[in-house]
Nanobody, 127 residues
Framework: QVQLVESGGGLVQAGGSLRLSCAASGRTFSSYGMGWFRQAPGKKREFVAGITKSGGVGNYPDSVRGRFTISRDNAKNTVYLQMNSLKPEDTAVYYC????????????????????WGQGTQVTVSS
């Protein structure tokens, strides 16, 4: 079992930046592939970034590629999401998730493949 706690959300103007953090406790952090998802009101949950267990590979959808960067520090049991050039359409609750079953080189993009979830942190981008 692993517990995930997100932080770093808030209100930012369009074009600004935020850095989300997700602190993990419990089982060995490096055993998990990690992902960030978001969900806006009335919309489906959306994958925004994922990283392999070692941190060597990241994966992003077109909607955020080039603006968002996922990274992890296995020594600190933390995964980060650096978000730059934010747009109003990035407004959502952002969740981090842990994927225990992923092979070491794989980043899953479906939330159904993730085993543990944080409580979420709100990101609001004003125009």
């Amino acid at each position: 079992q692993v517990q995930l706690v997100e932080s770093g959300g808030g209100l930012v103007q369009a074009g600004g930046s935020l850095r989300l953090s997700c602190a993990a406790s419990g089982r060995t952090f490096s055993s998990y592939g990690m992902g960030w998802f978001r969900q806006a009101p009335g919309k489906k949950r959306e994958f925004v970034a994922g990283i392999t267990k070692s941190g060597g590979v990241g994966n992003y959808p077109d909607s955020v590629r080039g603006r968002f960067t996922i990274s992890r520090d296995n020594a600190k049991n933390t995964v980060y999401l650096q978000m730059n050039s934010l747009k109003p359409e990035d407004t959502a609750v952002y969740y981090c998730a842990a994927d225990y079953r992923a092979q070491s080189w794989v980043v899953h993009v479906s939330g159904d493949d993730y085993d543990y979830w944080g409580q979420g942190t709100q990101v609001t981008v004003s125009s």
